[in-house]
T-cell receptor, first 115, second 108 residues
Framework: EAGVAQSPRYKIIEKRQSVAFWCNPI?????LYWYQQILGQGPKLLIQ????????DSQLPKDRFSAERLKGVDSTLKIQPAKLEDSAVYLC?????????????FGSGTRLTVV | GIQVEQSPPDLILQEGANSTLRCNFS?????LQWFHQNPWGQLINLFY???GTKQNGRLSATTVATERYSLLYISSSQTTDSGVYFC??????????FGQGTRLTINP
């Protein structure tokens, strides 16, 4: 099966600019996750979608981050305006469903550098 | 929320050596996964192992759910095993929480 697709692979922007990342999960996977991984740390969940509904966005900085999953398939994560501390790798993952019984598959990530 | 502690934080071995990585959880989990992050940043799912023991080639994992820990064993290490190993856990449909990782370096 095809993996989780993400684009772009790399992005460099100046602070206060905006940026968007795209993710296409594995076909048939109902649950989609966006994680932020700062250098030297483990990934941290930003938002979880079940089909096109938000399940958990408790750690999403909603004043500057937004995400959508229209039609319950692919998803877009946006940052506006970006801050220096947003420099990180943004990882998208999907699983067949939410709950305890499913493993996650991650995409290759987007490495964001804010200067 | 759940706290995940991994040990050791760093491990340097010669090719051919065996290693054991440990993951402790602050609370019971029923979703536990091990990942390998390669030098290019790709996270690869190694095991989904909320309990019991699984093996895949030179890698195996054991989770003792009642004592809230999991172990990842790597035998006959190869240089391609280098990278960061993460464990992550969750309860029910709650978010998967990652540890800080163990950085493994295998020298030729």
């Amino acid at each position: 099966e095809a993996g989780v697709a993400q684009s772009p692979r790399y992005k460099i922007i100046e602070k206060r600019q905006s940026v968007a990342f795209w993710c296409n999960p594995i076909s048939g996977h109902a649950t989609l996750y966006w994680y932020q991984q700062i250098l030297g740390q483990g990934p941290k969940l930003l938002i979880q979608f079940q089909n096109n509904g938000v399940v958990d966005d408790s750690q999403l900085p909603k004043d500057r981050f937004s995400a959508e999953r229209l039609k319950g398939v692919d998803s877009t994560l946006k940052i506006q305006p970006a801050k220096l501390e947003d420099s990180a790798v943004y990882l998208c993952a999907s699983s067949l469903n939410s709950g305890a019984d499913y493993g996650y598959t991650f995409g290759s990530g987007t490495r964001l550098t804010v200067v | 929320g759940i706290q995940v502690e991994q040990s050791p934080p760093d491990l340097i071995l010669q090719e051919g050596a065996n290693s054991t990585l440990r993951c402790n959880f602050s609370d019971s989990v029923n979703n536990l996964q091990w990942f390998h992050q390669n030098p290019w940043g790709q996270l690869i799912n190694l095991f989904y192992i909320p309990s019991g023991t699984k093996q895949n080639g030179r890698l195996s994992a054991t989770t003792v759910a009642t004592e809230r820990y999991s172990l990842l064993y790597i035998s006959s290490s190869q240089t391609t095993d280098s990278g960061v190993y993460f464990c992550a856990g969750a309860r029910g449909a709650q978010k998967l929480v990652f540890g800080q990782g163990t950085r493994l370096t295998i020298n030729p």
